[in-house]
């Protein structure tokens, strides 16, 4: 593997690590100065009072990522407390709480936020007070989940591998168009699989030999594979991270002539998008796409260690449909 593609690796490695974390969502109806620090949040569990005065400043729900790590139950309260402090609230009240089952080892709150007008106090029987109860009608609302995902990218690549052309050609074949269409499924748990199917197409001409080369010399490159995916959502917005390994196929045309070269591929990827509505999204899709064919170029020297390839990177505009 190329030094670029070790950077690039361990560029978009927080990422992948990234679903480690408890997912956290919260809604903010009203917006306060911070009054009170994470550790002076005071906790109503289910089935606990609280005083009539109140006012809800926003909702909280924390979940499992699919990866995640560091969810007993005092280390998501102490993350909703987190949350709550930096909303302006100095109280949180819970609406839900899951334990640990065959579906998630953490534990998964909902909640709400809350500013106290008069904070309890212990042995206080001044205070008017209402139940808070497992009423589902302070959910945090949440999308219904899609599992499935169509895709299209299109944007910019830029081959940064050799590229060997005659002395006598023109143009610049390393800079070139981008495509990409694919598919993948995803569990709720933010782990899925996919397909991708990718192009790059670019040209060059070779103006000495016109008798022979009727028209520009076309680059096509062609990448098929499968795919591990990673999902993160975070409100409106979606990360997802790829890695395939698939076929690759290289292709000079020009006129009736062509010339060919196939070999394995590999892609790593991360695309961000935006909900624009509950199954269109649309953002953007940057990584890395390299290969290594079967055989080597004819008519040119490779040193001992030099393999034949193109490694390019991309950066994309891309349109999301789910379902």
Sequence with gaps: ????????????????????????????????????????????????????????????????????????????????????????????????????????????????????????????????????????????????????????NLGYSYIYSRFYLPSEATGNPKNGFDWQIGYDVVSRKGLGFGVLCAGYKSKYSLNDYSYVFTEPVKLDLIYLAPQFVLQQEYGKWIMKEYMGIGFFGYREISGEMSYNMKGLGYNLSLNIEYLITKTLGAGINFGYLGSRFSEKQDNLDYADNEYAGITRLFIDACIRLHF
């Design 1 to 152: 593997m190329t030094t670029t593609a070790k950077r690039l690796m361990f560029l978009l490695l927080p990422c992948f690590l990234s679903a480690c974390s408890p997912k956290i969502v919260t809604i903010i109806h009203k917006s306060y100065p911070e009054i009170a620090g994470p550790d002076q949040i005071y906790l109503f569990e289910i089935g606990d009072s609280v005083p009539v005065s109140y006012d809800v400043i926003g909702n909280i729900s924390i979940s499992d990522n699919g990866l995640s790590t560091g969810c007993n139950y005092d280390q998501i309260i102490n993350l909703a407390k987190n949350e709550t402090s930096k909303a302006g609230g100095n109280a949180l009240a819970l609406t839900k709480h899951l334990k640990p089952d065959f579906i998630s080892s953490c534990h998964r709150i909902n909640g709400l936020m809350l500013i106290l007008n008069q904070m309890p106090e212990e042995g206080n029987i001044d205070i008017p007070e209402t139940p808070i109860e497992n009423n589902t009608s302070f959910d945090v609302p949440v999308r219904k989940f899609k599992h499935n995902t169509l895709y299209a």
